[in-house]
């Protein structure tokens, strides 16, 4: 009887191990597991590449708060033009750069003159204007008119520093007029010109700035389409003219 009890206690305990070896997760819950390791040296590098946007992103949104309105030339502004709201607009620079024209005192530029040619999306410095126009005591805006082959290849521009030549005919040989500042230039007009020889049809007409004493030559050559200019500077100030 006792060894019929030993028996089946020994098959009990046998029949536990069994259940206990098949049951999934048994054997790997009680396998040691390793501990994790920490990577401080990460962690600072992620931490300092947080608060380094962070700085980036502040500094930008400074300067972008200390750029400054000033004033911009919205159109092309010939030499000794009488300056209007139309030619002026607002943009924004980085920093206070001296001779700009902050937007706060657009209108004291209102009522000037250009010294010098603008072109358009210029900054607008102080040094750009003038309060004196163009015609000045002893001076003149004459009309000319120009056939082709009679101006520089490339034009001319306002602002541009001329020799006004007559041209000879015959025994009369040419003569040098004076010099002349172009304040405007029109666009080729490919009509006949009515003046003079014929021979010409592109023409152009600029108006330019001489001396009154010249005033008789020039009309006269121009009058006759006897008159060439020759170029001698690009983008001339009205200054000392």
């Known amino acids: 009887m006792s060894s019929t009890a030993g028996t089946e206690s020994a098959d009990r305990q046998r029949q536990r191990e069994q259940r206990r070896a098949s049951t999934p997760g048994s054997t790997a819950s009680r396998l040691p597991t390793a501990p994790r390791r920490r990577r401080p040296a990460v962690a600072a590098l992620a931490a300092l590449l947080v608060v380094g946007g962070a700085l980036v992103a502040g500094v930008l949104a400074v300067r972008m708060d200390e750029r400054q309105p000033v004033i911009q030339v919205s159109q092309d502004v010939g030499v000794g033009q009488k300056i209007t709201t139309a030619d002026l607009t607002e943009t924004r620079v ?66 541009d520093l001329v020799q006004l030549v007559r041209i000879g005919q015959g025994s009369t040989p ?8 172009v304040l405007a230039v029109s666009k080729n007009d490919d009509s006949s010109s009515t003046l003079g ?18 005033i008789q030559a020039v009309t006269d050559a121009s009058g006759n389409n006897k008159i060439a200019v020759a170029l001698l500077q690009h983008g001339a100030s009205l200054e000392g003219r």
């Open 94 to 159: 980085a920093g206070d750069l001296p001779g700009l024209v902050p937007k706060a005192r657009a209108g004291e530029v209102v009522g000037l003159f250009a010294k010098v040619a603008m072109s358009k999306g210029q900054l607008l410095d102080k040094s750009m204007l003038t309060r004196q126009g163009p015609l000045q005591a002893g001076k003149a805006a004459v009309g000319i008119v120009l056939a082709v082959g009679r101006t520089p290849a490339d034009g001319l521009a306002s602002g």
């Open 174 to 181: 040419p003569a040098i007029i004076g010099q002349a500042t």
């Open 197 to 214: 020889d014929r021979s010409s049809n592109a023409v152009q007409t600029a108006t330019v700035l001489i001396d009154q004493t010249d």
